[in-house]
Each structure stands twice: as structure tokens, then as C-alpha cells.
């Protein structure tokens, strides 16, 4: 009597005893392992165990209720055993013998040895590759990081050096790979180291040269080619890992400082004219871009542009430590693709804000100065500013309650007047805009506050515009104009706005007595 | 490899063979695994069958096969290969390097 078990084979159903069942699950396993490496394994052991189904179902149809040892067997006999199949070599195994112990790719304990057949160095990296199971670059790699940041490394690698024996016999690198150590296996390994002695036998011709060499007793430059050959892809190695690090590094830092930027961040701290000013983008742009999608554009196109070459390095890395195998073709047109894309959003962005401040108006004022002396004083008017403002002279300012902003972008020229007997001061005003006309209400509304009493003409160091406005690169300049034999004396405070005259320079011209003549300023002590 | 293997050589004209004359037999109909073993089998092309399904799934990866399922009453369905556009391309190919291959072969074997 037996014991039967009910299964499900592609989709049908049966009931087997346990006899058949066994031979039937041997078989799959069998199927299994020979195709383990197979794309669309799964596909391929779907048909067969579909129709394997199809034919067991044959054969029980002659009134037999339960599938039996025979009945699987000859549905093997018709299927073909595994070894049987004609694989992509159109070789099968026939070959081999298999009683019981039909399929001989069982893995068995696995030892660890070095490779002499596969290495770099020394073949430590290879035979811990094939006794974890992964690819010895990997290993390598993390080898090199550990020298290199970590500083240990070498020393382990001699110990392991040491301990870890030579692969040497044929049993011994099949033990290291893990492959069932019998006369089949041997036998293919001889044969293909067969293969080889005689294929390196057969360069013989080409070699000559060289063993004469090696016969002369210059194995000596032998063992140096060699070692230069290592050297040289070590070093490839190496320079490929350094590659991805540096630049790892550097797009991890201009990653996050993109992404926070785009996120609000961006407060810079610069020094501007000699102030140590503290300003954040955010609160600037929309003053600058009429689109809040520009500075978006822009951002984006300049971390492409800086970022797509580092990527382009580090791909460059991968492919030196996986001999160029890592890195899939046309990956470098992508790369391109991007960078272009990168050059044409940064151009989008920066086109539409040029257009904003391509056309330029000026406004002029002209104002006269009934000053009672011949000397005229100038100051700094500082009346209406913010302490803030006044205590650290920023070079920008946004007034939130009356929505306006301050600049200091004004400067004040020097002329001589020949056209009439009165100190004169010409104020201009400048703006730009898309359109002029739109230039030259923006320049008519930039706001400057200058008054005179007693004999003082004061003048501020900041213009003001609407915020509505927008920045459109406000700026005013100021002339004085000065008769013959007028006197002046500029306040210190005024020397960063003073623009030179003649062969005076702003700061020389500030807190002096000048007297102009013909056109000459005079130093009057 | 400069040695001569017999089996080796066997194998290689048997794969390039095996795969034309599937392709062939399909040309004109859509045929299904067991159907294609027993025309080949009786073409006195034996092949076992487990052979036949990496075989086609490779054909079909390659977009030089397709197939369709049909239930079938007695059993699990069936797959029911056919030739796509490519293929056809591809079996007209194989065709002329068959007939230029098999003149050449008479040619020095007389």
C-alpha cells in the first residue's frame, strides 16, 4: 500500500503516489537548476510542466485513477530528461552518466581560496567574491574606500594574503566556486585548461620574441611588464573610485544647496561697497521677476548646467571600476540632452527678465539754488530714514509699510556752469522698463528728497521707488553745477557718491574747500 | 580552438538546422509545441521536447515568434505560435543562406 498526495501540475490536477511524486518533484528541482540562469526561466518551466500535465493526462486515461512511478516515467521518457536538452550550444549532457545522482550541479560546502586565475593582485578579492557569491568588484571597491578613508586595509589584505591558500588543483578551484567535485566537473576543467595550454602553445610564434627574453635570463622584465600591467589596472581602479567620491560629494552638497534654495532658503551674506549686508533671494525676486516662474527657470537651468558634469564624471568613475561595463550606452546623450535642456530653461528665464530692462528713459529736473553766500555747503539729508537703515547703510532697503524701496544708487557729478551766475543742481532720473515709455514713468516716480537752508544743500544717499514698480535698475544722478568763482565744501559722509572731476577723485574732493575757476576746481585753504 | 570536437561540430549544424526548420514549418500555418515536434518528427528531425520550449521562448524574446493561448476542452490551453512580421523577414534570410549553404556543400562533395 501507498501513500498518495494530490497535486497541481500546470493548472491540472492529480493524484499521485509517493513513489511517482518523488521522481516528479526530482525532475522539476532538475528543471529548475538547469535553467536557474535562463531569462524568462519561469515562462520556460510553465510550458514544460504544462504539457507534462497534458501528457500525464494521457496517460491515465485509461481507467487508471492514480498516477504511478511508470506513468511519470514514460512522460519523461517523451519529454526528455534535462541533461538531454539541447541547449543554446546545441550540446546536451548526454554525455555523463547519471544514475541516481543525476544532476550534478548541487552546490556543496563552499572554501575559501584565493584565485590565482582571476586576480588583480593577489586574488584575495576574487576568491572572497566567489565564496560569498558576489561579484569580486564589489569587494574591490569597497576595499579601496576602506584604504582610502578609513586608512586599514592593506594590512588585512596581507593577512588574508597569507591565510587564504592558493587555488592550485583542479578540485580545489571547483571547491571555491562550489561546484560538486566528481569526474564530470573535473573532467570539463581539464579539458578547458586543456584548451587553453594548447591555444597559448599555439601563439607560440607570436611569442617568441618574448621567450627569448624570459631564455636570455631577463625574466626580470617579464615580472615587470607584469607588474606594471597590474599597476596600471589598479590604478584604473583606484582613479575610477576616487572619480565617483569627489564627485558623490560634490553633487550631494550642490543637490542640497539647489533643492534649499528653491525651497525659501537663500540668505546670502556679502559685502557691498564696503557694508556687510545680509539679504534673502526670496524676498528680492518677485521685485526683479514680473514671472514668479523665472527664478524657478533660472535655478533649475543653473543646477543643471553645473550638476550634469559632475554626473558625467562620476558615470565616468563606474565605468573605470566596472571596465566599462556598468554604464549603458547612450547614457552619455542623456547626459547631454539634460545639460541642454539645463542651457535652454536657464535662457528662458533670463531672456523674459532682459526684456524688462532693455529700453531706458531718463527725467530730468533742473532745479536753481538761490544761495545767499558764494560758498555753498553740501550734506547728507538723512531726515525720514529708518535707524536700522541709517546705523549700517545697506545698500537696499524695503520700506514694507509704505511699499516702497530704497536704493542707494545715487551719485553726484560735478559740472562747471557756463550759462548762468547761480549754483544749479540737475537731478536725473533713471529707469529702465520693455517699453520706454514705461521707462519713463518709472523714472518720474523714483522719489529723492533734497532741500536747502542756510546756505546748505542737502541731498540724500537713497532714492526711493514703489515697490510696484519693480526694480528696474533706478538710479539718479546728481549735478552741481558751479559758476565762476564759487566756493563749495562737500561733507565727508557724501564721498562714496562723489563721481571725480578732472583729475579729483571722490574721496579727495570730500571735506575740502574748492573754489571753481575757469573750469578748474581750486583747493582754497 | 584549433582541435576538432565531433560532437561539437554535430551539435553546431543540428541548433542552426533545428531553428530554420521550425521557423519553416510555421510559414504557413500557427502550429503549437507538441504539433511542431510531431511534423519534425516526422521530417525525421527527432528532437525531445523538452528541447522545443527554451527554444521558443528564445524565438519569442527575440520578436521573431508570437503566440496566443487557447483553451483547450481536453486539458491545460495551449500555446499557439506563429510567425510575426519579422520572423517572416528573418525565415526569408535563412531560406537564401540555406540554398546558397547546400549548393556549396554539393559543390565540394563531389
Known amino acids: 500500500m501507498k501513500k498518495t498526495v494530490t497535486i497541481n501540475l500546470g493548472g491540472s490536477i492529480f493524484t499521485a503516489d509517493e513513489d511517482a511524486f518523488a521522481r516528479l518533484q526530482d525532475y522539476l528541482n532538475a528543471l529548475e537548476r538547469k535553467f536557474k540562469q535562463t531569462e524568462s526561466k519561469d515562462e520556460i518551466l510553465d510550458d514544460i510542466e504544462s504539457r507534462f500535465a497534458e501528457l500525464l493526462l494521457a496517460e491515465i486515461n485509461t481507467n487508471t485513477r492514480v498516477v504511478t512511478l511508470t506513468h511519470v516515467e514514460k512522460v519523461i521518457g517523451i519529454m526528455g530528461r534535462p541533461e538531454d536538452f539541447e541547449d543554446d550550444n546545441g550540446e546536451s549532457d548526454a554525455g555523463q552518466q547519471h544514475e541516481n545522482q543525476f544532476y550534478n550541479y548541487i552546490n556543496t560546502r563552499k572554501k575559501l581560496y584565493r584565485d590565482g586565475d582571476n586576480r588583480v593582485i593577489g586574488g584575495v578579492c576574487a576568491g572572497l567574491g566567489h565564496y560569498f557569491g558576489i561579484d569580486a568588484v564589489w569587494i574591490r571597491l569597497a576595499w579601496l574606500l576602506a584604504v582610502f578613508s578609513l586608512g586599514f586595509g592593506v594590512l588585512i589584505y596581507f593577512i588574508l594574503y597569507l591565510i587564504m591558500p592558493k587555488a592550485r588543483t583542479t578540485a580545489e578551484k571547483l571547491e571555491m566556486q562550489g561546484k560538486a567535485v566528481n569526474i564530470d566537473n573535473i573532467g570539463k576543467k581539464v579539458d578547458a585548461e586543456f584548451h587553453r595550454i594548447r591555444k597559448s602553445f599555439e601563439n607560440i610564434d607570436e611569442k617568441k620574441v618574448e621567450q627569448r627574453f624570459r631564455k636570455a635570463g631577463n625574466q626580470f622584465f617579464g615580472a615587470i611588464a607584469q607588474i606594471a600591467q597590474f599597476f596600471i589596472r589598479f590604478m584604473s581602479k583606484i582613479i575610477g573610485v576616487g572619480m565617483i567620491v569627489i564627485s558623490g560629494f560634490i553633487l550631494f552638497f550642490l543637490a542640497i544647496a539647489f533643492i534649499a534654495l528653491i525651497a525659501g532658503a537663500g540668505t546670502f551674506n556679502t559685502n557691498i561697497n564696503g557694508v556687510n549686508t545680509s539679504f534673502s533671494v526670496w524676498e528680492w525676486f518677485p521685485l526683479i521677476f514680473e514671472h514668479a516662474y523665472s527664478p524657478y527657470l533660472i535655478i533649475v537651468g543653473t543646477a543643471l548646467i553645473v550638476m550634469i558634469p559632475f554626473v558625467s564624471i562620476m558615470a565616468g568613475g563606474i565605468s573605470f571600476v566596472s571596465s566599462f561595463k556598468g554604464i549603458p550606452r547612450g547614457f552619455g546623450m542623456i547626459l547631454f540632452g539634460k545639460w541642454i535642456l539645463g542651457v535652454i530653461l536657464f535662457a528662458i528665464g533670463i531672456v523674459g527678465t532682459a526684456n524688462d530692462f532693455s529700453q531706458k528713459a531718463v527725467y530730468t529736473e533742473n532745479q536753481v539754488i538761490e544761495n545767499t553766500s558764494d560758498t555753498l555747503f553740501i550734506a547728507l539729508n538723512t531726515s525720514g530714514l529708518n535707524e536700522e537703515l541709517l546705523q549700517n547703510q545697506w545698500p537696499f532697503w524695503q520700506d514694507e509699510e509704505n511699499g516702497m524701496v530704497l536704493l542707494n544708487n545715487v551719485r553726484l557729478n560735478i559740472e562747471y556752469n557756463t550759462t548762468s551766475n547761480a549754483f544749479e543742481l540737475q537731478k536725473k532720473f533713471k529707469a529702465h522698463a520693455s517699453k520706454t515709455n514705461d521707462a519713463h514713468s518709472k523714472a518720474k516716480r523714483i522719489y529723492l528728497q533734497s532741500n536747502h537752508f542756510e546756505n546748505t544743500l542737502h541731498v540724500p544717499a537713497y532714492l526711493s521707488f514703489l515697490k510696484d514698480d519693480m526694480w528696474r535698475n533706478q538710479h539718479v544722478e546728481l549735478v552741481l553745477r558751479i559758476p565762476n568763482n564759487k566756493s563749495i565744501h562737500i561733507d565727508y559722509q557724501l564721498y562714496t557718491m562723489l563721481e571725480p572731476y578732472k583729475n579729483f577723485s571722490g574721496d579727495e574732493l570730500a571735506d575740502r574747500f574748492w573754489i571753481m575757476k575757469q573750469g578748474e576746481l581750486i583747493e582754497l585753504n | ?110
Request: with cysteine.
Open chain 2, 1 to 110: 580552438m584549433a582541435d576538432f570536437n565531433l560532437e561539437n561540430t554535430k551539435a553546431q549544424m543540428r541548433k542552426g538546422v533545428l531553428e530554420y526548420c521550425i521557423l519553416s514549418l510555421m510559414q504557413h500555418k500557427e502550429m503549437y509545441p507538441s504539433e511542431i515536434i510531431d511534423a519534425l518528427r516526422s521530417a525525421k528531425l527527432i528532437v525531445v521536447e523538452g528541447t522545443l520550449y527554451p527554444l521558443l521562448t528564445r524565438l519569442k524574446n527575440a520578436n521573431i515568434l508570437s503566440y496566443r493561448w487557447e483553451e483547450s476542452k481536453s486539458g491545460p490551453p495551449r500555446k499557439y505560435y506563429q510567425l510575426t512580421q519579422e520572423g517572416r523577414l528573418l525565415l526569408g534570410e535563412l531560406k537564401e543562406t540555406w540554398n546558397e549553404l547546400s549548393k556549396a556543400v554539393e559543390t565540394c562533395s563531389k
